[in-house]
């Protein structure tokens, strides 16, 4: 079975969710994404303890701060998988950008002219 993401899709690999900090997230809108979803194993199943649960605290602290600065936090989210869930990885993929969709590129992408032709 072949189960395709959205082509317009960059996946980082970390060893574990726990890994990701605010500065990862952030930094992503500044080169250029309208979106982000963070995708961890099931809340209480990690291989390092509690790093999915450091994860989510830092995708909310990353989406309250998108909120204050004007980009809206609704562009960050968070789902728990497990690695034998690659359908469910692609629906949310797909609903994810869907939504990142209808809310239109990032405020910080058409600020630095990010993706606009040139003529």
Known sequence: MRLKC???FRIVRLPCTGKI???HILRSFEKGADGVYVVGCRE????????NFRARKRVEQASSLLDKIGIGGERVRMYNLSSGE??????YSAEM?????????S????AKGIGEQVA
């Open 6 to 8: 959205p082509s317009n």
């Open 86 to 91: 690659a359908p469910l990885f692609v629906q």
């Open 97 to 105: 950008d869907e939504h990142v969709r209808e809310l239109g590129p």
């Open 21 to 23: 900090d605010i500065h």
């Open 107 to 110: 405020p910080v992408r058409k």
């Open 44 to 51: 209480g199943e990690c291989h390092y303890t509690s790093g």
